[in-house]
T-cell receptor
Framework: TQLLEQSPQFLSIQEGENLTVYCNSS?????LQWYRQEPGEGPVLLVT?????EVKKLKRLTFQFGDARKDSSLHITAAQPGDTGLYLC???????????FGTGTRLKVLA | DAGVTQSPTHLIKTRGQQVTLRCSPK?????VSWYQQALGQGPQFIFQ???????QRGNFPDRFSGHQFPNYSSELNVNALLLGDSALYLC???????????????FGEGSWLTVV
């Protein structure tokens, strides 16, 4: 069974701080996506990474795909209250057609 | 450019009843997947439809069934509802049916189902 574990599960930080969220698996993924989900809404896509070692930046968010394509990280610089939400990673395993979601990281940024 | 749309947004059903949820994919997309998200958890894959056929299925019982129509829209049916079926049901669409090739999936807002 392919699993994606995210850490930390919960994170509460002050505005302006930096943070990193990790997404780890023992399985290889051909692509990995990061989503942010707010209460009562569906997940909103942030980024898709495909190549091992790939780094993508989206304003204050930096996403990295591990060289072996088994893990990924999301780094947020100078967090703002608007970053509050549930962050989910989802991987498409090679040879399958379904995305497996991580356990999620619930982030709260305090003003 | 319409995104993924789902209906209804909220509904309440009684144990043992049946429910049908509907999804229209993002314009230009032909593949629809359904996910169940229980409170406080990440989405769990139910199944995926492409060319009106179920292509892959997650660990869900036969009470969960679906359908895809020629216009690529889809329905999720759940029979003999249990209290544990209460969740947010998410529809996601993508283009093409490729083996994890990085084709991005986009989610709708979801349908909240409460079983009492």
């Amino acid at each position: 069974t392919q699993l994606l574990e995210q850490s930390p599960q919960f994170l509460s930080i002050q505005e302006g701080e930096n943070l990193t969220v990790y997404c780890n698996s023992s399985s290889v993924f051909s692509s990995l996506q990061w989503y942010r989900q707010e209460p009562g809404e569906g997940p909103v896509l942030l980024v898709t990474v495909v190549t091992g070692g790939e780094v993508k930046k989206l304003k204050r968010l930096t996403f990295q795909f591990g060289d072996a394509r088994k893990d990924s990280s999301l780094h947020i610089t100078a967090a703002q209250p608007g970053d509050t939400g549930l962050y989910l990673c989802a991987g498409a395993a090679s040879g399958t057609y379904k995305y497996i979601f991580g356990t999620g990281t619930r982030l709260k940024v305090l003003a | 450019d319409a995104g993924v749309t789902q209906s209804p947004t909220h509904l309440i059903k009684t144990r043992g009843q049946q429910v049908t949820l509907r999804c229209s994919p993002k314009s230009g997309h032909d593949t629809v997947s359904w996910y169940q998200q229980a409170l406080g958890q990440g989405p769990q894959f139910i199944f995926q439809y492409y060319e009106e056929e179920e292509r892959q299925r997650g660990n869900f019982p036969d009470r969960f069934s679906g359908h895809q129509f020629p216009n690529y829209s889809s329905e999720l049916n759940v029979n003999a509802l249990l209290l544990g079926d209460s969740a947010l049901y998410l529809c996601a669409s993508s283009l093409g049916y490729r083996k994890g090739s990085g084709n991005t999936i986009y989610f709708g807002e979801g349908s909240w189902l409460t079983v009492v």
